[in-house]
Every structure is written in structure tokens, then in C-alpha cells.
């Protein structure tokens, strides 16, 4: 996800002197569908080329062994070089620079057509975005409208009051309608704060909801390195923060790019990491050992924090007491599927979001588009709504439908689910498991 902003730098930098081909080749079954990839190509704002490598052809032929791998080929179609993991504008600026430089010494450079046909994608005006996260409170609701980059307060139910956020992508603070965000996701609410996980923006925000004021209460904007100290909140580059939990004056980060849980001292204006090495993987132990993958929600109960481990499709308890890390459900980068059960058995498929009500945890298995709970004691798992189709239909639990929840949250009236690629909040009763639209076209 973090190569996509490099990509569109280098597009808008070097105009038609470059042409970048996207080759997806997928990890999760469900990404081998072209109508999610193109979910996808419009969630991101993708602009080039993107081709369906679903069968690892493309991959194979260059020799893929990580995502994502960067592979330079010259005008005369030759394979000049290969880049495995992510690549900082600072570090790919210059290396396109110097390679287009040659090229245009040896008069081998010519303004390319693209190398594909592109398949017109239009994305139709939707009243929310690719919502990814919901939090209910007591007497209203707030959506993280993200491609819309705005924070949206609706009622119960769904009326919308009011909105915080110009609509552009950009870090700007100030009153409601000119303040700006890009791609938020988790929200944490303390009395009249919302704070917000400004995903894009590698930024933690804060919404006064008295006075519609924004602000910026931790990162710089730009996106900090795979390993950090921490330090002074506003001083400190972040890295896709996803998900937010908030224990009395701590508010604790899923930290998606470095693939740690933070914590910001909201008092002393501090934050650093609290869980995990920066490795990515799945490994249980003391909390400055474990290891995570791409963390993508939160929720924390009586001192325990339970993570939504999107890349293991895990469930991980961080015991934050104790300082411990351990797997109630999942079991490593490449072990996913659709399996209820207990335990070991039990596989989940990129789950984006994590709540919980009465003892039970409630997931949003994103690519398996379920609903499912889990009771942590026993490990267990059981589906609750979602025929598991990709489709949009309310009525009966087992008969609903979604695409790709990214994010849920218990209230009072029911469990409230952002259907993220189905540009909807829904709502299911706790009683009965019937599905409705709350709000969304």
C-alpha cells in the first residue's frame, strides 16, 4: 500500500518518459477475482495499467519472492533491475532519474504509448466512499468516509448532521470544512474528542466535536521508517496508523506499515512503539518480541487489547498488563481460508476489524465477507452473518451479503458494520441477525 503513493510521484514527475504496468499477483484467494481487483484499482486511485496475474505467470517469469518487488525494464525491452520491498521517493527519485539519463545519452528514449490497453473504470458518486471504519456511541455514529477523506456524524440512523473535511487528500488543520484528511480509518471517541487514525496522512488527528476544530496530535505527514525510537507526538513520521483504542489517557495505535501496536501518551504528548519488533510475521511472547502483520483493528477489554492481524488472518491478545503477546486464532502468513471451529482448526481470510459486546469478540473477515465471533476462552468461532458471497443484500443473517467489511463496532442498537466495498454502513440486531442499511446508496 505504500508503494502506490511512490508509483503516482514517479507518474506525475516524469509524465509519458515513464510507463508503469501494475502486475497483481495475488496472496488471498479473494484477490484473484478481477472485480475486486477492480474494488481496488478505484479504492487506491490507481491510474496505470494493472494486469491479473492470478496464476503467478507474470511473477514467475521475472522471479518474484516478495511483495511488493519493483522490476525496471528499458525501452529496448531488457530487464535492467529489481527492487524487493518498498522504495522511498527519496531513494526511487534518483534511481529513475539516472536511469532515464542514460537513455537519453545512448538516444534510446522515446515518449512510450502504453504498453496495454487500460479498461475504462468509472467510479459512480456514492453518498460514502469506501467507508472503512464505523464507531457507535450513545446519540450518533461516526464514519470514516475515507475516499471521500472525511470524517462523516451521522444519527442513529444514518441522517447525516455534519461532516469534517474539504474532501481533498491533504494534512491541513483548522475548522471543519477546511481541514483536511487522507484515507482515515479508525476513530477513538473521549468525552467531546474524536480522535482519528489519518491513515494516509501517517498521522493521528483530533476532532473537537464542539467546535468542529481539527488537529494534528501526533506525526509529521510523512511516513516514518520501518524501525523507530519514538518521541515527542508531533515530532514523530508515523506509518499507516489503521486502528485506534483508547485506555483512559492512552490511545493505542495499530500501526499497519510497521506492523506494531503504539501507544500515545496523550498527556505527555509521547508516543513510541508498545507491541511488536517491526518484523513481520506471527510470533507470541513478551510484547518487545512479537512479532505482527499489518495490524488493522483494535478492541480493548479490561487490559486486554485484541488485534485484528490482517496479514496472518489472525486474532492476537496483547495482554497489556502483562506485557504478553499471544494467538487466540490464526496461524501464519500463508495459513488462511474459511474454516469455523476451535483453536488450531479455526481460518479466518484478512480480517480488517475487531469489536467486542457481552464477553464475545465480533470480526470482520474481510475477504471471506462474514461476520463472525469469536469467544476468546474458548477460542471459538463461529460465523454469524454472511452467506460468505460477494454481494450487497439485507434480510436474515445467514442470507445477508457484503464485500469486504473493513470495520465493526457493538452498540446499542445492533452491530454496525462498514461494508467498505459495498459504500455502506449496515446494521445487524443483536437478537435476530437481521441486516439493514443504515446508511449508503
Known amino acids: 500500500m505504500h508503494t502506490f503513493p511512490q508509483l503516482r510521484k514517479i507518474e506525475r514527475k516524469y509524465g509519458d518518459k515513464v510507463a508503469v504496468v501494475g502486475v497483481h499477483s495475488p496472496k488471498f484467494p479473494a484477490e484473484r477475482d478481477t472485480a475486486n481487483l477492480r474494488e481496488a484499482v478505484l479504492r487506491y486511485r490507481i491510474e496505470h495499467p494493472v494486469v491479473n496475474d492470478r496464476d503467478f505467470e507474470v511473477w514467475r517469469r521475472f522471479g518474484g519472492r516478495a511483495w511488493p518487488t519493483l522490476v525496471f525494464v528499458d525501452p529496448e525491452g531488457r530487464l535492467i533491475g529489481k527492487h524487493e520491498g518498498e522504495l522511498p521517493f527519496a531513494q526511487f527519485d534518483p534511481l529513475v532519474q539516472g536511469m532515464l539519463q542514460g ?62 473535511g474539504s474532501g481533498e487528500p491533504a494534512l491541513v488543520d483548522g475548522p471543519a470544512q477546511h481541514a483536511a484528511f487522507q484515507q482515515p480509518q479508525g476513530m477513538a471517541r473521549a468525552g467531546t474528542a474524536l480522535y482519528v487514525a489519518d491513515t494516509e496522512n501517517h498521522a493521528i488527528r483530533a476532532i473537537d466535536l464542539e467546535s468542529g476544530q481539527v488537529s494534528t496530535v501526533a506525526g509529521t505527514g510523512t511516513q516514518g521508517p ?76 479490561d487490559g486486554h487489547l485484541y488485534v485484528a492481524d490482517s496479514e496472518v488472518s489472525a486474532v492476537r491478545d496483547v495482554d497489556t498488563g502483562a506485557g504478553t503477546v499471544s494467538t487466540l486464532v490464526g496461524e501464519d ?89 459495498n459504500h455502506r454502513i449496515a446494521l445487524a440486531d443483536w437478537e435476530s441477525g437481521e441486516v439493514r442499511t443504515v446508511i449508503g446508496d
Open 103 to 164: 537513455f537519453e545519452a545512448r538516444g534510446v528514449l522515446n515518449p512510450p504509448a502504453s504498453p496495454l490497453a487500460v479498461e475504462g473504470i468509472a467510479e459512480p458518486a456514492h453518498t460514502l466512499n469506501f467507508p472503512g471504519k464505523v464507531l457507535a456511541c450513545d446519540d450518533a455514529l461516526y464514519i470514516a468516509d475515507s475516499n471521500h477523506h472525511r470524517i462523516v456524524e451521522t444519527a442513529l440512523d444514518g441522517s447525516i448532521r455534519r461532516a469534517f
Open 226 to 301: 520501518q524501525v523507530s525510537a519514538g518521541g515527542p507526538a508531533r515530532a514523530t513520521p508515523l506509518s499507516s496508523p489503521w486502528d485506534l483504542a483508547l485506555s483512559n489517557r492512552v490511545c493505542y495505535v495499530a500501526m499497519a506499515g510497521t506492523h506494531q501496536i503504539w501507544a500515545l501518551d496523550l498527556d505527555r504528548q509521547w508516543i513510541a512503539g508498545f507491541a511488536g519488533t517491526g518484523r513481520e510475521g506471527l510470533l507470541d511472547g513478551p510484547i518487545d518480541r512479537s512479532w505482527f502483520a499489518q495490524s488493522s483493528g483494535l478492541a480493548l477489554v
Open 333 to 421: 502468513l500463508f495459513v488462511f481460508g474459511d474454516q469455523d471451529g476451535e483453536g488450531n482448526v479455526v481460518r479466518l481470510q484478512h480480517p480488517l476489524g475487531i469489536t467486542a459486546r457481552n464477553g464475545l469478540l465480533y470480526l470482520a473477515d474481510s475477504y471471506n465477507n462474514k461476520i463472525k465471533r469469536l469467544d476468546p476462552r474458548r477460542r471459538a468461532v463461529t460465523t454469524w452473518l454472511g452467506s460468505g458471497a460477494a454481494g450487497r443484500a439485507d434480510g436474515p443473517s445467514a442470507f445477508a451479503s457484503f464485500r469486504e467489511p473493513g470495520g465493526v463496532c457493538a452498540g446499542v442498537r445492533g452491530l454496525y458494520i462498514a461494508d467498505t466495498n
